[in-house]
């Protein structure tokens, strides 16, 4: 089992930035894919991007390329989503997911992810 908490959502203008933090626990921080998945109202859960294990190896949704930074700190149990330049359409709840699955990649689908955390909400206003 993995523990996962999320933070640092909030309400923000277009055009500005936030940090999201996930602690993770229960299980070695370092043996567990991560991933940051959104769900607007009214909307389908989508991947935003996702980090393994080592932390060398990124993947990111299209629409946020280029704006959001995933990162994960091994000894602090935590991965870090930075989003930057956000826009009204990034407003939704943002997921924490966690895997102990083999991944040559990090996996982008919902169903690829074992645990999840309890969300946290970024509201970006125009």
């Known amino acids: 089992q993995v523990q996962l908490v999320e933070s640092g959502g909030g309400l923000v203008q277009a055009g500005g930035s936030l940090r999201l933090s996930c602690a993770a626990s229960g299980r070695t921080f370092g043996s567990i894919v991560m991933g940051w998945f959104r769900q607007a109202p009214g909307k389908e859960r989508e991947f935003v991007a996702a980090?393994?294990?080592?932390?060398?190896?990124?993947v990111y949704a299209d629409s946020v390329k280029g704006r959001f930074t995933i990162s994960r700190d091994n000894p602090k149990n935590t991965v870090y989503l930075q989003l930057n330049s956000l826009k009204p359409e990034d407003t939704a709840v943002y997921y924490c997911?966690?895997?102990?699955?083999?991944?040559?990649?990090?996996?982008?689908?919902?169903?690829?992810?074992?645990?999840w955390g309890q969300g946290t909400q970024v509201t970006v206003s125009s």
């Open positions: 980090v393994n294990r080592s932390g060398g190896r990124t």
């Open positions: 997911a966690a895997t102990p699955r083999f991944m040559v990649l990090p996996g982008t689908t919902y169903r690829e992810y074992d645990f």
